[in-house]
Nanobody
Framework: QVQLVESGGGLVQVGGSLRLSCAASKGTFSRYAMGWFRQGPGKEREFVAAISRSGGSTYYADSVKGRFTISRDNNKNTVYLQMNSLKPEDTAVYYC????????????????????WGQGTQVTVSS
């Protein structure tokens, strides 16, 4: 069973950048596709980005495409979310999640398919 801990959230101005990290422990990190999700105030949890086990494939929500980049370092058991050109609507608690996979693809935007979740990190974008 993998345990996930997010970090890197905070308060940033519109147009700014943040880099979130999610460190995994107690599991074979490279067996998991990884995803980032977020939940804004009064909103349902939504998909942000996902990356395959190898890191060779990525998938983004339309709302963040071109602004956010997901990456992973399997040697460090860590997945990252680089967030640029932040907007007020990006304000949310960001969660990383792990999906146990037996192959590199497919990667999913469905939170129900993810097995393990972190506790979340708050990102607030001020205008």
């Amino acid at each position: 069973q993998v345990q996930l801990v997010e970090s890197g959230g905070g308060l940033v101005q519109v147009g700014g950048s943040l880099r979130l990290s999610c460190a995994a422990s107690k599991g074979t990190f490279s067996r998991y596709a990884m995803g980032w999700f977020r939940q804004g105030p009064g909103k349902e949890r939504e998909f942000v980005a996902a990356i395959s086990r190898s890191g060779g494939s990525t998938y983004y929500a339309d709302s963040v495409k071109g602004r956010f980049t997901i990456s992973r370092d399997n040697n460090k058991n860590t997945v990252y979310l680089q967030m640029n050109s932040l907007k007020p609507e990006d304000t949310a608690v960001y969660y990383c999640a792990a999906d146990l996979k037996y192959s590199d693809l497919p990667i999913s935007d469905n939170p129900l398919l993810y097995d393990y979740w972190g506790q979340g990190t708050q990102v607030t974008v001020s205008s």
